[in-house]
């Protein structure tokens, strides 16, 4: 049996060498903190969408420095450095319980200070759901490109049923794969995302059920949100529909909510074109800045 000791990380590194913690699942999860060189200010907690990872974040983390805060965030089960079947979980909760449980470790770290979380895809309809299970936590949210809206072709019971059984019986059989080749305009990014070995855009049965699982849920806790938040969508995205992040915005209880749509963007606003990108950094940067 492998010893604790060697247990590595998917590219190979020992786990001892690198930032990690230890689930209630007994599994080794990857993190990776931005710490600014000034005093901290505010955290940030990121969660990334299916098939990432956090280290994609380091610009838009650089950018929370310059204003104080202290970004962090890991790699869920699955994805990443972290260990776990790949691209999947039996359940999406399991993901959430991670990154609170990450995020209250740096919290004894930083008492004293604001804690804010930042949700891209998959990781915005998390992050709306951990917020709402959380409030007295999270004091704002920021979704980019949040997946807020169910896949039509599955808005059929008889279809959610034969997805639970399948999820179920063949839970890692292949469903489709979700690459990235529309995620941004920029080219150079694009080929560093598709190059990506820490990337993997396989779907498969048992998280296809849960991604549904997670849609459904968000659209039932949507209009109990309360907290303030910040709604940023491409109106070129093809990978989750604006209509979800327009629905965020008009249904939540929260009085403080804005929404932010930017033209001809894609999914991935964060590595879009240079200055799209640039103009969405400023609009996180002075949206935290009126929240701290």
């Not at 202290?70 to 979980?89: C, I, P, Q, W």
Request: with cysteine; charged share 25%; glycine share 6%.
């Amino acid at each position: 049996m492998e010893t604790d000791n060697n247990r590595k990380t998917f590219s190979g590194k020992l786990f001892k060498d690198v930032d990690h913690f230890v689930n209630d699942d007994g599994q080794y999860l990857f993190y990776k903190t931005w710490k600014p060189e000034n005093p901290v200010e505010f955290l940030l907690c990121v969660v990334h969408g299916f098939g990432g990872h956090v280290v994609r974040f380091d610009e838009l983390s650089s950018h929370v420095n310059s204003i104080g805060g202290l970004a962090f965030g890991n790699d869920h089960v699955g994805h990443g450095e972290s260990e776990g079947s790949r691209t999947t979980t039996h359940d999406y909760n399991v993901i959430i319980r991670d990154f609170i449980q990450l995020t209250e470790k740096m919290k004894k770290e930083y008492p004293d200070v604001p804690v804010f979380i930042y949700g891209q895809s998959m990781g915005g309809a998390l992050s709306v759901l951990a917020a709402c299970d959380k409030p007295e936590l999270f004091k704002g949210i920021i979704t980019v490109g949040g997946m807020f809206v169910k896949d039509p072709a599955l808005q059929s019971p008889i279809k959610k049923v034969l997805l639970q059984f399948a999820s179920a019986i063949v839970p890692n059989l292949q469903v489709t794969n979700l690459t990235d080749n529309k995620s941004t305009r920029d080219e150079v990014e694009k080929e560093k995302s598709l190059s990506d070995p820490l990337k993997n855009s396989v779907v498969k049965c048992q998280m296809a059920y849960q991604l549904l699982r997670i849609m459904e849920k968000i659209e039932e806790i949507m209009p109990t949100l309360k907290i303030p938040f910040l709604a940023m969508h491409g109106d070129a995205d093809t990978t989750c529909s604006l209509e979800g992040s327009k629905n965020l915005h008009k249904v939540a209880q929260s009085e403080d909510k804005t929404l932010k749509i930017y033209k001809d963007c894609c999914h991935d606003l964060i590595h879009e074109i240079q200055p799209d990108r640039d103009q969405c950094f400023e609009d996180i940067r002075l949206w935290l800045k009126e929240h701290i």
